[in-house]
Every structure is written in C-alpha cells, then in structure tokens.
C-alpha cells in the first residue's frame, strides 16, 4: 500500500515536473483562461523571443509541407493550408501587440526593434518563395475546378494577388533589394512611433501662478494639480500634450502665450533637432517607398497601395479630396474672419493665429448656443456613455454586455466583457479608456484575436480590444467626456462590433478605405436624442439630460465644420503628396510640406491635423495614403445612416440585420462596393455627406 501510494507520488511528481518543463513559457502551451485569453499575468518578457522565434520556424516547417506535398496543388491543399499556417507566430503576436501598444517600456521597445527586420525576412521569405507561388498560380488558373465558395475565391485572389505584389515576378537581384527595403522601412516606422512617444511625454507645460490658470474649468485644473503630483511637483499645474489636457488648455486658457507655449510643444513634436528627430525618418521611409513602388512597376507608392483600396487609383481620391477642400475651404474663411472680428471687438490688438483657434471657437460658440463642453460633462460619464453604446448595439444587433472581472488584461486599467447573443457567447471586448505614459496617443480598435473556423471546424470567437486616451477620472470625480471623446467611443465600439459580428470561415483583412464605415454609422447615434434620454444622465443627480441641453446640442452641431474639414483634408493631402512622388529624392521635410500647404492655399490660422514629424498614422501606422479613407467611407456612412433614418425608426431591425448581413458579417470576403451596394440597392452618392457636416444647404 504504502509501495503503492509511493509511486503514485513519484508519477504526479513526474507528470507535474514535465508540465511545468513544458509550460515554462506559456506560449507553448495551451491557455486555460477564460476564452483562452492571453495569460497576462503568466506571461514575462523573456518568453516573447524565444517563443516568436519558435514561431517563424514552425511556420516556415509548415509552408514546407505545403511545398513538399507530392500531390497535384487543389485549393484545399495550398491556399487553405496556408491560411492555417503560423499559429504560433500570431498567438505570440497577439499578445505582444496590446503591450508594444498600450502598455510598453524600454525593454519592450528594444525588443520591438529587434524583432521588426526578423519578421520582416520571415514575410519575405514566405511572400518571395518561388515554389509555393507554382502552387498558389497553379490554383488560381485552374480556379474552375475546385468548386470554390464565393469567400474562397476572393481568399485565393487576394492570395495570389500578394505575391505578385510582393515581387514575386522579380529577378534575385531585385528581390533582395527589396527584402533590404523592407527590413529598413519596417525599422524605421518602429522607430518614428518610439520617437513620437518619447517626444508626446517629453514636453510639459508648468505653471506655478495661479492667474496663469484663468479660464480654466475646474475639473481640467484639478487633473493638471494631479498630474503635477504625480511627477513630484505637489502645488503647481502640469499640461501635457495628451488630449485630455492639451485640448482643454487651448480652449479655455486665457493666457495666450501659454498657449502659443503649448501648441508649439505639440506642433513641434519630432521636430526639434534632438536625438527623437522625426525629419530622417519621414525623408527616408518615403524615399523608400518610392523605390520600392518602383521596382514593383508602380508609378508611386499611392497608386501600389491604392490598387487594392475601393479607390483603386490616386486620381480619384486626389479629385474627390479636391471636391471636398473647395466646399470646406471657404466656410473655415468665414470661420476665422468672425474670429478676427471677436478678437477686435475685445480690443486685441493682433492676428488670429492657430493657438487661437480653439479658444475663439469657443467663446463663439457659446455666444452663438450657449453651450460649451463643460455644461454636457457632467452628462457623459465615461460608464454612461459606455452603456449607452451597448444599448444601441443590443437594440440593433440583439447584443448583450456583462462585465467580467475573471478575465486577464494586459494592464490594470483595462475592463473586460463578455458579449453574448439569445444567451450564446459571441465573443469579448476589452475597453482601455485612459491615458498613461506607456501608451500611444489616439483611439484604436485592434482584434486580439479574430473571429474565423479553425481547420478542425471550430468556430473561433473574437477577442477585440478598444483602446483610447480619454479624461480621466480625478480625485472623486468620474471620468467625464467631451461630446467628441463619446463619439469616438463609439466610432471604436464599431470597429469592435465589425469583429465580433464577422461570420466568416477565414479571417481576410478589410480595405482601408471600407473599414472607416462600421465604425463612423455607429458615430451617427451617440447624439440622437432617443439615445441621450437613455445614457446621458448626470454623475451625481442621476437627471436625464435636459430637453433644452439636447436641443443645444443640435444646434451646434455643426458649428467648425470648416475647421475641422480643413484640418483633417490639409492631413489627407499631405499624406498623398508624400505619396505620389514618382521619383526617390532626397526631400528636406519641412519644406515640403510648407510647399504641400501652399498648392492647396491652406490659410496660416489653421495647420493640418498631422504634421509631417507625428502623422503617426501614415508613417508608422498602417494608413499611408489611406488617411483620406475616413472622409472616403463617410460619403458611405452619411448614406448609410439614411436608410435607418428613411424608415423613420432609427433603430429599425430589418436595416440592421442588412447591415449586418451584407456587411459587418462579411468582413474583407466580398467586393466592397458589391457589399455596399447589396446593402442599400445602389451606389452612394456625395451629398448627405456635405449635408452632414453643413457645408451645403440641406
Ligand atoms: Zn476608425
């Protein structure tokens, strides 16, 4: 007995000894979360090298196989085979983008660098390999004989057309340049991001006279007391360049040195001379790309990526931005002129200039509606606003939230739900709503893992992170939001919903240029009185936001649209005169965009939205010449809206369900226009959109 019970020690000993050898990085193992979430807190540093490297190799041994395969190439065998390739490689992935991202440091950084030109080989090496494009080319040209669904026939055109974009047709001379222009451009976004960080925290504004604080709401003034605080600076005031405290600062400070101080720190980011200098970065990650179009056989960089957008040419997009900007340009002239008149008729004695902007805007704005942001704050704390995009979600979609506090997260501020519908999970979201300094500015939505059926024929469900740097809560003050932070929320929230209603077999990316509209029709409702009624409720009185308040609201709405058209389509342009150069010269930055400004007549009070040196968007994200898309898919979103709005029911199930159907469900497995139009019947057209933003009269 005792004989016995020995060795049944030893064995749980052993078997407990060689799980514990196996799952030392738990990357190697199966996850026992719920969800199978990544095990934040299991997971280390250290286990992200090796494990990326395991990675790359088993995914390579794999696309062996697939080469290796002594049988005839059938759908099945190569481009689906393929599609299952690398599944280490993307749970690592998964796990490290919401740190690289939201929640970084040193050593993540220098890992991130480190790692960029491997993945970068890796990519080519699978997207350069001869062998398996015989394959893929062979199914794509007998296509007829497999019998294929209309999702497996855009997955193997999508295929085959990447390795040709990927210089598959080029001689070995020329793809090895272009492996070396990708390791360097993938190491110089990397870098360009790292610097913007480094450069976004570097500059603060200190105050330590309380004068200099006049103008300003008490609740930004006791987030800048906090701020202080927290850097060791007890008694005075820090502003920073983050949203929730730049944007106050500049709408509502009445020293204006101060706020030319601040906007200049802003302005100025990457542009300073300094070892965090952006100008090297920009000059050569376009140069590059340019070369690399090139040798593609492109004329420039836009026409290479628009190729694949619903755009298809820079043409269309240079001439559809151009339709815009001369709607937009003279009503932001007529916005400034009666900015200049106020400042006037104060008695100020100078020209307006773009640290003015926001500080005018308001006070006309609150002359012309009486309303300013800090009278709806109190209406828009961050939990309300959040349940009420879930109300939407669960009137149109049938979607229900409940928090989960089981559910690991990649930093302590992060909320966790579970997202079910008729009582079937469907998949989760996770919310990470305030800034910190180990996060990037902005708003994004990104799939920690994406809805698709395994190869065993499992149905895989969505787990989809939110992130944005909104006002913080301070002291025992909820976080209270902007209107404008509120509609981003929900801009955020359809991106989520586009991921956790995709229904799917394989999990196909989505243009750049269509992906803007899932998430702005979600922005159409934030504002309709019938959702305010049910979320905006005040912190402390609980109060249903005022009729009167609404109608103010409304009212305002609006109002800068100038501006804001201008600003953003300043930022567009840029972004495609970066990226039409058909030659690569070496540009001097600034000049060229001073010159890019000046061909459209930008006005000197307002600067573009991204400056060349933290347009982070194009020159790290993934958006060069895509960030016209958002005005791009707004004609669709504008349009969109309507058909809920034309029944009369903001809220009616069957545009819903269509919605759902022919769009959000399909995700990039169907021609977008061909979506668009199954939806709405037929093509949109531009008007509800300049409508919308009342730059022509309804
Ligand atoms: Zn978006």
């Not at 200049?264 to 070892?275: A, D």
Request: charged share 30%; hydrophobic share 35%.
């Amino acid at each position: 007995m005792k004989k016995l019970l020995f060795m049944l020690l030893v064995i749980v000993a052993a078997a407990s000894a060689c799980k514990k050898e196996v799952c030392e990085n738990p990357f190697y193992c199966k996850w026992d979360t719920p969800f199978e979430v990544p095990p934040f807190d299991k997971i280390k540093l250290d286990h992200f090298k090796p494990a990326f490297i395991k990675g790359m190799e088993e995914q390579m041994a794999e696309v062996n196989a697939i080469i290796n395969n002594p049988e005839e190439p059938t759908f099945e065998n190569t481009v689906k085979a393929m599609e299952y390739t690398g599944e280490l490689l993307s749970k690592v992935q998964r796990a490290f983008g919401p740190l690289n991202s939201a929640n970084t440091n040193d050593s993540i950084q220098a890992l991130s660098r480190e790692m960029s030109p491997l993945f970068s080989k890796h990519r080519d090496d699978i997207a350069l390999n001869e062998k398996l494009f015989e394959r893929v080319k062979s199914v794509y040209e007998n296509k007829t004989k497999f019998n294929l669904t209309a999702e497996e026939g855009k997955i193997l055109e999508d295929s085959y057309l990447s390795f040709i974009r990927s210089g598959i047709g080029l001689s070995p001379e020329d793809k090895d340049k272009l492996r070396g222009i990708n390791q360097e451009l993938s190491l110089l976004s990397v870098k360009f991001g790292e610097n913007l960080l480094a450069e976004t925290n570097g500059f603060t504004l200190v105050i330590d006279n309380e004068k200099d604080l006049s103008g300003l709401p008490a609740g930004v003034i006791a987030q800048a007391a906090e701020t202080a605080k927290a850097k060791a600076l007890e008694g005075k005031w820090v502003f920073t360049l983050k949203a929730p405290s730049y944007f106050p600062f500049m709408t509502y400070a009445d020293n204006r040195s101060l706020r030319e101080k601040l906007f200049r720190g802003y302005m100025m980011r990457g542009n300073n001379g300094n070892e965090k200098d952006n100008n090297e970065m920009v000059a050569k990650i376009t140069k590059l790309r340019v070369e690399k179009a090139k040798l593609l056989g492109y004329s420039s960089h836009a026409d290479f990526v628009l190729e694949r957008n619903m755009s298809k040419e820079p043409e269309r997009v240079i001439n559809f931005l151009d339709q815009i900007w001369k709607a937009a340009l003279p009503v932001a002239k007529e916005e400034a002129l009666a900015q200049q008149e106020m400042i006037n008729k104060e008695g100020g004695d100078f020209k307006l200039e773009p640290w003015d902007w926001f500080y005018y805007t308001e006070k006309i704005r609150k002359e012309k509606y009486d309303i300013s942001d800090e009278q709806t704050r109190p209406y828009f704390a961050v939990d309300k606003v959040t349940e009420g995009m879930f109300y939407v979600a669960n009137k149109l979609y049938g979607l229900e939230f409940s928090e989960r506090t089981d559910i690991p997260k990649y930093h302590a501020d992060v909320k966790s739900f579970e997202v079910k519908r008729e009582g079937r999970h469907v998949g989760i979201l996770m919310i990470d709503y305030f800034p910190r300094a180990s996060k990037n500015g902005g708003a994004w939505c990104s799939a920690m893992r994406a809805q698709k059926v395994d190869k065993d024929g499992t149905f895989v469900t969505p787990l989809v992170s939110m992130v944005t740097n909104f006002t913080p809560p301070t002291g025992d003050t909820p976080s209270l939001l902007t209107p404008e932070e509120a509609s981003t929320l929900f801009h955020e929230f359809g991106h989520a919903l586009h991921s956790l209603l995709s229904n799917t077999v394989y999990s196909s990316g989505v243009s750049r240029d269509f992906v803007e509209l899932p998430s702005q029709i979600m922005e159409h409702w934030v504002l309709e009185p019938e959702v305010l009624k049910v979320y905006a409720k005040h912190y402390q009185t609980g109060e249903v936001i005022p009729d009167e308040l609404i109608t103010k609201l409304e009212n305002a709405g609006k109002f800068n649209m100038g501006f804001t058209t201008v600003e953003y389509l300043a930022a567009s342009s840029l972004d495609m005169e970066y990226h039409s150069l058909s030659e690569p010269v070496d540009i001097n930055v600034g000049e060229f965009e001073k010159k890019a400004m000046e061909k459209y007549g930008l006005i000197s009070e307002i600067i573009p939205r991204y400056r060349s040196t933290y347009f982070s968007h194009i020159f790290s994200g993934g958006y060069s010449s895509g960030y016209y898309s958002y005005i791009w898919c707004e004609v669709l979103d504008a349009d969109a809206y309507k058909a809920f709005r034309e029944t009369g029911d903001i809220f009616n199930r069957e545009v819903a369900q269509r919605f759902e159907k022919e769009i959000l469900s399909r995700k990039g497995s169907r021609d977008e226009l061909e979506m668009y139009i199954s939806f709405r019947g037929k093509e949109p057209g531009i008007e509800a959109l300049l409508e919308n933003r009342g730059l022509i009269a309804k």
